[in-house]
């Protein structure tokens, strides 16, 4: 099952809700990378301030970009490298600190794909172009958005 089908982009969820609405006894849904059993989707829970007592991981959300540093143990960077190749969805809730949302709830913000890293733990993250493809274009240290079938800057 892809999750996507079953959420709104732009809705918040709160973990409490996913587990309620999914049917989750799994605690691994409360780290920043989860995998629900049953279903073709890699869940990332993202917070960019975190709190004092979490690791303070460098991510943060521009425009339609992730730009993520995963976990420092690196145990889940090959599932979000080969996901496309598994037939897996990437799912995005995110939010910028962690009482922003009732319940410490997230934003979902839609389906993201893989789109390159560096170093260990270190990923870039792209929600598909309106014309169903990943359109890139790498200008100095940072990413534009352009669509190749439209040929404009998204």
């Known amino acids: ?17 996913l587990r309620k609405q999914f049917s989750i006894a799994d605690a691994t849904i409360n780290t920043g990378v989860f995998r629900p059993k049953g279903h073709d989707s890699i869940w990332l829970f993202v917070t960019e301030h975190k709190t004092s ?20 143990g690196g145990r889940t960077d090959q599932l ?4 496309a190749n598994t037939g897996l969805e990437l799912l995005l809730f ?3 600190k962690k009482l ?5 709830g997230f934003r979902f913000a839609g389906v993201f794909e893989y789109s390159s890293h560096f170093g260990r733990s270190h990923f870039v993250l792209f929600a598909p172009c309106a014309c169903g493809s990943i359109c890139l274009l790498f200008a100095g240290a940072r990413y534009a958005r352009i669509c190749c079938a439209r040929g404009v800057s998204t």
């Open 100 to 104: 922003e949302f009732p319940k410490a």
């Open 53 to 72: 007592d979490r690791t303070n991981y460098q991510d943060r959300l521009e425009r339609e970009g992730l730009f993520w540093q995963g976990q420092t």
């Open 94 to 96: 995110y939010r910028k």
């Open 80 to 83: 979000i490298i080969q996901h």
């Open 1 to 17: 099952m892809k999750t996507s089908a079953h959420l709104s982009a732009g809705a918040i969820y709160s973990r409490d809700d």
